[in-house]
């Protein structure tokens, strides 16, 4: 089984401010962790993953997250925020049990609403 | 290339009714997987499916049914239609193997009344 946790539910920045978007996980096996983000009548749009390769991962737009193995957490920052980041960010953690004919299905958090200020 | 595409867009739908959804992968993509997200939540996982059969499925009734074709592309079937299935639906394709990378389509909108 499987689960994440999104600690907040709404987070509220300045545009030029670091941004931080925390998440927990819970994982029988070696876990798989993604975020996506997700604008207004958009899709879903892949920022990064952790695929138990390096621990810090960059990803588009200048977001970065640490994978940290003691925490269960796999938080989202970035060092400044601008006004396109507004959205909605889904942490993501999938199994890395081969099954069928590929990777068991995504589970997602509940999101986190990013606000940018001007 | 074109990615993950989806249609319709949108659907309004009556209690009681059947749909289907369709899903076309990515090119090369060969596994689809279909979700479920409600208004202010998280995608939910249905089912996945790969060499025309469900190979995962989640918390989801039998009313949920699905298809593979050969050329990969999928459908959401969903007989019996209640309020509480209106939902956008989202499709995601991936290439079968150990690690997941899952590209998604912009998704069909439905509206049960």
């Known amino acids: 089984a499987q689960s994440v946790t999104q600690l907040d539910s709404h987070v509220s920045v300045s545009e030029g401010t670091p941004v931080l978007l925390r998440c927990n996980y819970s994982?029988?096996?070696?876990?798989?962790l993604f975020w996506y983000v997700q604008h207004p009548n958009k899709g879903l749009q892949l920022l990064l993953k952790?695929?138990?390769?390096?621990?810090l991962v960059k990803g588009i737009n200048g977001f970065e997250a640490e994978f940290k193995k003691s925490e269960t957490s796999f938080h989202l920052t970035k060092p400044s925020a601008h006004m396109s980041d507004a959205a909605e960010y889904f942490c993501?953690?999938?199994?890395?049990?081969?099954?069928?004919?590929?990777?068991?299905?995504?589970?997602f958090g509940k999101g986190t609403h990013l606000i940018i200020q001007p | 290339d074109a990615g993950v595409t989806q249609s319709p867009t949108h659907l309004i739908k009556t209690r009681g009714q059947q749909v289907t959804l369709r899903c076309s992968p990515k090119s090369g993509h060969d596994t689809v997987s279909w979700y479920q997200q409600a208004l202010g939540q998280g995608p939910q996982f249905i089912f996945q499916?790969?060499?025309?059969?469900?190979?995962q499925r989640g918390n989801f009734p039998d009313r949920f049914s699905g298809h593979q074709f050969p050329n990969y592309s999928s459908e959401l079937n969903v007989n019996a239609l209640l309020l509480g299935d209106s939902a956008l639906y989202l499709c995601a394709s991936v290439t079968s193997g150990r690690y997941t990378e899952a590209f998604f389509g912009q998704g069909t909108r439905l509206t049960v009344v």
């Open positions: 952790y695929t138990s390769a390096a621990t």
């Open positions: 499916y790969y060499e025309e059969e469900e190979r």
């Open positions: 993501v953690v999938s199994s890395q049990e081969i099954s069928g004919g590929g990777a068991d299905g995504l589970t």
């Open positions: 994982s029988s096996y070696s876990p798989s």
